[in-house]
């Protein structure tokens, strides 16, 4: 049942996520020589991901240590998000996640 959870929690929250993160300007551009892509694209989509395993994870019977699970989530979403905004040093990244 946590994988249906967490997979429609995706699939309703990622179109979401795109549109918030044109909406709000958070998106990678094209132009840099590591950039393979050709238009703008929304960097939000790991926010969805972060819901949807939160809905997985809140499904009963897991057994898992929710508070722990839920703070360690938080913490990646948090880091990744402010990376996607303004990149942060390697250090930094690899401490938070």
């Known amino acids: 049942m946590p994988f249906v959870i967490g997979m429609g929690a995706a699939l309703l929250l990622t179109p ?3 549109l918030l993160g044109r909406s709000v300007g958070l998106v990678d551009r094209p132009g840099d020589a590591l950039k393979i892509h050709t238009r ?3 960097v939000l989509g790991g926010a969805a991901v972060v819901a949807a ?6 499904a009963p019977d897991l ?5 722990g699970v ?3 989530t938080a913490v990646a979403l948090v880091a990744g998000t402010v ?3 303004a990149p942060l040093p390697p250090v930094v990244r690899v401490a938070a996640l």
């Open 40 to 42: 703008e694209i929304p």
């Open 53 to 58: 395993v939160a809905a997985a994870t809140l």
């Open 16 to 18: 979401v996520a795109m």
């Open 83 to 85: 990376d996607d905004a």
């Open 63 to 67: 057994g898992w240590p929710v508070a």
């Open 70 to 72: 839920a703070l360690a």
